[in-house]
């Protein structure tokens, strides 16, 4: 049977929803019910803030690994975030992911092998996307930015595998953070030149070609297929490297 997660509450049988709460937030401006359901809406968000807050306030030094949630266990970046997963626990880290399935699989995989604290950060979805069990630390939001808040909040270094369009989005925002000094500088690691490869000389061919960002920009970026080296990169800031 189909099940969908509301925050805390898990949802059967006909009432899944066919629309998630972000969904609703941004959706309903035209008309007038926004006035009384807004404000209702605020203390919602504010808790989700505060249990997040609170679930990973002592969680640690800790690196963020993004990825598809279609990749296949017998894929070659699936084993590589496995890989980087239990790297990162050796070092001494936390890893966070999105919970779910996939890239973000593999590397709470390696974590929890190797030991450590494996925190996954979901997010409710029209079409549900559990979480994996080899988190440790699961948390479940309703809002993106909430959680994206969390992502950036918590992690000293993020490592992207090879990933689609919540993958690139995370990138940017935090390649957008670090640019603009909203957030201290922590390293960017894209793993995988042949994916990452086109994208980042697009970025160096055109998009800094014709001045919409500065040369140096693209210094906050890292291209790796080593897993050593990626999370060698990612902790190198924390580690005086």
């Known amino acids: 049977m189909k099940e969908y997660r509301k925050g805390p509450v898990v949802l059967r049988g006909r009432n899944v929803p066919t629309t998630s709460t972000s969904e609703r937030l941004l959706d309903e401006q035209h008309r007038a019910d926004w006035l009384h359901g807004d404000p209702w809406r605020v203390l919602r968000i504010q808790s989700e803030f505060v249990e997040g807050f609170g679930a990973l306030a002592e969680l640690g030094p800790a690196i963020t690994v993004y990825g598809s949630a279609r990749s296949h266990p017998d894929s ?14 050796e070092a001494g880290y936390a890893v966070i992911t999105g919970g779910g ?17 494996s925190v996954g950060l979901g997010i409710e979805l029209p079409f549900e996307q559990s ?3 080899h988190i440790n630390l699961g948390i479940n939001f309703r809002y993106f930015f909430v959680r994206k808040t969390m992502f950036v909040k918590y992690s000293q270094g993020f490592i992207a595998l090879p990933g689609g369009f919540g993958t690139l989005d995370e990138l940017f ?9 909203t957030v201290r500088r922590f390293p960017i690691v894209l793993f995988g ?10 970025m160096r061919d055109t998009v800094e070609a014709d001045g919409k960002i500065s040369p140096h920009d693209l210094d906050l970026i890292h291209v790796t297929d ?5 999370v060698a ?9």
Request: aromatic letters at 6%; hydrophobic letters at 40%.
């Open 226 to 230: 080593d897993p050593q080296e990626a």
């Open 76 to 89: 070659a970046e699936y084993r590589a975030g496995i890989e980087v997963g239990r790297l990162l626990v």
């Open 101 to 117: 399935p996939g890239c973000m699989e593999a590397a709470n995989r390696g974590a929890e092998e190797a030991g450590g604290v």
């Open 193 to 202: 030149s042949a994916y990452w490869g086109p994208l980042v000389a697009w």
């Open 233 to 241: 990169l990612a902790t190198a800031q924390r580690d005086g490297a």
């Open 173 to 181: 925002e935090c390649l957008t953070l670090v640019q603009t000094r």
């Open 131 to 133: 979480m994996n069990e």
